[in-house]
């Protein structure tokens, strides 16, 4: 499979068809996260519902399409681009796509092609992506243990994870762990997690549960503070705040036993929206301009209306003039039902 290359070209003045993209709040919008699934090897009890209607495939842009339309957010600025889904590496062909999306990697003009993953097809395809310049990648695991990895994944298998972890590491991708805190589930675990992360040189992020779609359980359930969280880590370990930023919501502290970077994502208690550069696509084409907003653009119908990108820009350039200042979750007693009726497997994480 051959997809053609962009120009980039990115000192075109205003009025062109070709500028960088800004929002209404001067946020240069430089980072872009697509979900190239929503299928997931994997039923995290946050995240799915057990029996998901999952979408039909003909709605799925096409591996050309999703090129196309990542290589349009190339030549419109974006830097940074995270596959994610669903699970990305169950899409059948995702190597072909990664394998050339990395030529904007050899141009310069992307700084960073990344996923978030669940670790379970790692073993398969970490030295694929390494050897596509894949440099770090995000792995969520929530647990070490065996019975309540399965209990949260519904039917994973936590070794099958950490065997992913040592093929990625072993092929010399840098490893972030992502984990979700839940009440009740792993909240005596996090401590050990971290640990564990720290130990095997992998920075590890924390993140509070999100009201993302129905998931056929009550969040309340499930919603833990970080603020708790926070609290009860600092009972074992220092904590040293860092200025270091990702680029992302998370906020980072060097943990001082252990060296390692721990992260905090508050969407839920924290707005970190004033300096947010990113937007996300669905695997349909949707175009989200915040995660926790309903408003979104269509870019399935110009991508597949021409062949020429001049409607696909215009549509990505009405999108970005509204993207929103911020979002506004909220759990309460009062809102039990979803704050958003998408999952976050359509949105992605
Ligand atoms: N399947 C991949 C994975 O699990 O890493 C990528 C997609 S997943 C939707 C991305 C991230 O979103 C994961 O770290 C997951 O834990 C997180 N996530 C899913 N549902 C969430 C929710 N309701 N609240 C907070 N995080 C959530
Ligand atoms: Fe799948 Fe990731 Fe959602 Fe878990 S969090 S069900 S691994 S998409």
């Not at 700084?111 to 970490?126: F, V």
């Not at 995660?291 to 001049?310: I, V, W």
């Amino acid at each position: 499979m051959t997809f053609a290359a962009p120009t980039l070209d990115l000192d075109r003045p205003a009025g062109s068809p070709l500028r960088p993209l800004v929002d209404p709040f001067a946020r240069p919008i430089t980072y872009l996260r697509v979900s190239v699934t929503d299928r997931c090897d994997f039923r995290c009890v946050y995240c799915m519902a057990e029996h998901m209607a999952f979408l039909p495939k003909a709605d799925l842009l096409t591996l050309e399409e999703l090129d196309r339309l990542c290589s349009a957010f190339v030549t419109r600025g974006v830097r940074k681009l995270r596959l994610t889904g669903g699970e990305p590496l169950v899409r059948r062909g995702i190597m072909t796509l990664v394998g050339s999306l990395s030529r904007h990697l050899k141009t310069g003009a992307l700084e960073e092609l990344t996923l978030t993953t669940n670790g379970s097809q790692l073993p398969k395809y970490a030295r694929e992506l390494a050897d596509h310049g894949v440099k770090r990648i995000n792995v969520s695991l929530d647990t070490l243990d065996p019975d309540k990895f399965r209990a949260i994944t519904r039917w994973g298998e936590v070794d099958k994870v950490i065997a992913g972890i040592d093929a990625a590491q072993a092929a010399g991708l840098h490893v972030k762990i992502n984990a979700v805190a839940l009440k009740g589930v792993n909240e005596d675990e996090l401590g050990g997690l971290i640990a564990w992360a720290h130990g095997r040189g992998m920075d590890i992020t924390v993140i509070e549960v999100m009201p993302l779609g129905d998931i056929g359980e009550d969040r309340l359930t499930q919603y833990l503070p970080l603020s708790m969280v926070r609290a009860r880590l600092a009972e074992r370990f220092s904590f040293e705040d860092l200025d270091h930023s990702s680029g992302g919501p998370a906020r980072y502290v060097r943990v001082k036993e252990t060296g390692g970077r721990l992260g905090f994502i508050t969407p839920m208690t924290h707005n970190f929206c004033e300096s947010c550069n990113r937007v996300r696509v669905t695997c349909t084409g949707t175009l989200y301009m915040c995660l926790g907003q309903e408003d979104a653009a269509d870019l399935r119908s110009p991508l597949r209306t021409s062949e020429a990108n001049d409607a696909l820009y215009t549509a990505i350039d009405e999108a970005i003039l509204r993207k929103p200042k911020g979002h506004d979750f909220v759990i309460d007693r009062r809102h039990k039902r979803p704050a958003l009726s998408r999952h976050m497997s359509v949105t992605g994480g």
